[in-house]
């Protein structure tokens, strides 16, 4: 009983983390003429025009956007360093309301109709049947996630990789981040060269 309680509970979160992963798309941009094999290093840049309540109420989000970005270049052989970096980060997230277009069929109820016939009572169940469908829209929070590289030296964007899906809340928490951030990092095919 325990193993297939362990065995229940594995496979919960195999499908809850395949569902999350499924519902992100992502993109990736790379600027034309960009030479990957130049850039070495990375640093983080001071974000502009933040107001300071807007930093207390989500320093722990900026935090792992941050710490999940650097993790997956540093797996790529990049360097993040405090002073002259190659290339300078930064991101961007949005949440919107969508409405999401659903639509279920309809069956009648199952009964049963009873028949005399020949002094006898008959009875004739009949199974339920599709009847139609029903139409609704859902309601649901999208959360975009936008990170960007730009040239240290000449200022340029040289890189954008973005990745949006459906969101449990009209805020982004960590795990929804995190997977955003992997999706991105997916499709980003530079590692250093040494």
């Known amino acids: 009983m325990k193993n297939n309680f362990k065995i229940l509970i594995v496979a919960a ?3 809850s983390t395949i ?9 990736t941009e790379v600027a034309k003429g960009v030479n990957f094999a ?3 290093t ?5 974000p502009q025009n933040k107001k300071k309540a807007d930093r207390a109420d989500n320093d722990i989000v900026d935090n792992n956007i941050k710490n999940a970005a650097s993790e ?3 797996k790529r052989g990049w360097v993040e360093v405090d002073n002259n970096p ?3 980060l930064n991101y961007g997230v949005a949440v919107q309301r969508g409405n999401r277009h659903e639509t279920d069929p309809v069956y009648s109820y199952p009964h049963t109709q009873y028949f005399y016939w020949g002094r006898r009572i008959y009875s004739v169940w009949y199974p339920s049947t599709l009847i139609g469908t029903r139409s609704y829209n859902v309601p649901f929070h999208e959360g975009q996630l936008t990170l960007n590289m730009v040239d240290a030296k000449t200022n340029k964007l040289i890189w954008q990789g973005w990745a949006q899906g459906e969101i449990n809340s009209s805020k982004v928490n960590t795990k929804e981040v995190e997977a955003q951030v992997k999706s ?6 530079y590692p250093v060269n040494k």
């Open 13 to 15: 979160l195999f499908v």
């Open 19 to 27: 569902t999350i992963s499924c519902n992100i798309t992502s993109h």
């Open 38 to 40: 130049n850039y070495k």
């Open 42 to 46: 990375f640093a983080w840049a001071e």
């Open 72 to 74: 997956e270049l540093t």
């Open 86 to 88: 190659d290339v300078l």
């Open 184 to 189: 991105i990092f997916k499709k980003f095919n």
